[in-house]
Structure formats: structure tokens, C-alpha cells
T-cell receptor
């Protein structure tokens, strides 16, 4: 079964600083990978997804970007953080092919921009 | 585009009782998957149960079961013998079949409190 790691677990950053959140996956190959953001008490908003190395699709226009430098590594970045970037960021993974489409989630990163 | 609606923002249940969380969805697809995820205070999203739309039999996982009504586009979650550890946000989610990115559409969530 898949295991999804995210770090850091918590991050406090000043406005205008850069951001890099990392997600790595174990136990599967060539997964689909996803970045979600969740505001306090709210549902999940899909930010980016990737079906392969170097392939990134963005769901919403925003201050953030994503990259997939390796098969099981997914990075969320920003050059200059905004206050509105605060939230809980979740990485998810799903297998490709074979009928197992379920998304499994990592533990998340709490980001507070001050 | 698909939409998922959870009409109960908050619910509470006494320990050991049964509770049902509602979910409706809107789609023109015939083949799809439905999921319930649980998000406890730790905020980790945990898969509770999954249903394939082509299966008529309702999915069951221990104390968790669903009532899937395809014609009505309804997908409710029943939790039997509620436990304090069931206290969490519960999200219903929809996935279109053979969608290249396996993308999920989530409902807004229901906060469930299990009272001792």
C-alpha cells in the first residue's frame, strides 16, 4: 500500500518570503499526484495534479506553482507568499491503471503566513 | 461539471447510537466512484469507504455502510455503534470513471461530534 510523506508539518513564514513544500510517495510507481489546499473548517480545493514526471496541470489561477522532478516527488512552491496562502496543504496520490483509483492522502502541512 | 452537496454542516450523536450523514451529487456520467473520507482533529484525510456506481450492492466496512441510490444521486453514510473516535469532519467525494487524472470533487463536509 502507498505511504505519503509531507514536510514540513508546520511552517510559519513572513509575507513575501519563498515557499517549498515537499511530498514523497512510497509503495507505488508512476502515481498520479495532487496538491490540495484547505482553509480552516472548509472543504478541499484542488490546486495542481500531475500524471507523470514534468507534467503539471493547474486547477486554479494562483500565486503557487508545482513541480514533479521525480516519479514519486511532488513539490509546491511560491516565490513570494501572500497572506491568503495560509492554510492546510494536503498531498495525495493515486495509482494509475489496474482499477485502483482511490486517492490516499499525506498528513498535511500547516502554513501560516504573517 | 460535477457537484457534491452535503446539506448537514454539523451533526451530533450519542456514543453507541447510529447516525446517517447525507450526500447528494449531480452528474451526467453513468460510471463513477463515490467516496467518504474522514478528517479527525489531526486533519489527516482517511478513506472510510468507496462505492463503484456500477455495483448495486451497497459497500460496507465494519461499522460503516452506505446507502447508494443511483437514480436519486444520493450517497449517505451510516455509522453504527458510534465511538468517540468517530468524531471528525466527513467529506463525500465523486470521481468520474476513466478520468485521466482521477480527480475528486469534494462536498463541503459534515462535522460529526460523538458525545459520551
Amino acid at each position: 500500500s502507498q505511504t505519503i510523506h509531507q514536510w514540513p508539518a508546520t511552517l510559519v513564514q513572513p509575507v513575501g518570503s519563498p515557499l517549498s513544500l515537499e511530498c514523497t510517495v512510497e509503495g507505488t510507481s508512476n502515481p498520479n499526484l495532487y496538491w490540495y489546499r484547505q482553509a480552516a473548517g472548509r472543504g478541499l480545493q484542488l490546486l495542481f495534479y500531475s500524471v507523470g514526471i514534468g507534467q503539471i496541470s493547474s486547477e486554479v489561477p494562483q500565486n503557487l506553482s508545482a513541480s514533479r522532478p521525480q516519479d514519486r516527488q511532488f513539490i509546491l512552491s511560491s516565490k513570494k507568499l501572500l497572506l491568503s496562502d495560509s492554510g492546510f496543504y494536503l498531498c495525495a496520490s493515486s495509482e494509475t491503471g489496474g482499477g485502483e483509483e482511490t486517492q490516499y492522502f499525506g498528513p498535511g502541512t500547516r502554513l501560516l503566513v504573517l | 461539471a460535477q457537484t457534491v452537496t452535503q446539506s448537514q454542516p454539523e451533526m451530533s450523536v450519542q456514543e453507541a447510537e447510529t447516525v446517517t450523514l447525507s450526500c447528494t451529487y449531480d452528474t451526467s456520467e453513468n460510471n463513477y466512484y463515490l467516496f467518504w473520507y474522514k478528517q479527525p482533529p489531526s486533519r489527516q484525510m482517511i478513506l472510510v469507504i468507496r462505492q463503484e456506481a456500477y455495483k448495486q450492492q451497497n459497500a460496507t466496512e465494519n461499522r460503516f455502510s452506505v446507502n447508494f441510490q443511483k437514480a436519486a444521486k444520493s450517497f449517505s453514510l451510516k455509522i453504527s455503534d458510534s465511538q468517540l473516535g468517530d468524531t471528525a469532519m466527513y467529506f463525500c467525494a465523486f470521481m468520474k470513471f476513466n478520468n485521466a487524472g482521477n480527480m475528486l470533487t469534494f462536498g463541503g463536509g459534515t462535522r460529526l461530534m460523538v458525545k459520551p
